[in-house]
């Protein structure tokens, strides 16, 4: 019973405590366990953010090209059926489901 006080004693005494709280070798594995998940959320919403940009930019494109057709069709004087009915096909055919 002795032993195992005097361990305990030794165990939580102050110098042991000291000892273990200015240990450096574990340091750059705990930053870097601490730090990845910030780096990864970080890339994941950066790539988020990038594809909702991308369909932005594609979803402009395809009006673009629908309202172009459109007014191609009125320039040659058709009625509003027909112009309606180019710039339908042009946004279908541009990927517009």
């Known amino acids: ?12 005494s102050r110098l042991a405590s000291r000892r ?3 240990g450096k070798g574990g340091n750059v594995a705990t930053i870097f366990a601490l730090t990845l998940p910030v780096v990864v959320g970080g890339a ?3 790539m988020e953010t990038s594809y909702w940009y991308y369909s932005s930019l ?3 494109a395809i009006a673009d090209a629908a309202a ?18 180019a710039a339908t096909t ?7 489901g």
């Open 68 to 85: 172009y057709a459109g007014a191609l069709e009125k320039i040659q004087g058709s009625d509003t059926a027909t112009i309606t009915a």
């Open 90 to 96: 042009s946004a279908a055919s541009n990927g517009l």
């Open 20 to 22: 273990f709280c200015e």
């Open 44 to 46: 994941g919403f950066g």
């Open 58 to 60: 594609k979803l402009q």
């Open 1 to 12: 019973m002795a032993l195992s006080g005097r361990f305990i004693r030794q165990l939580f």
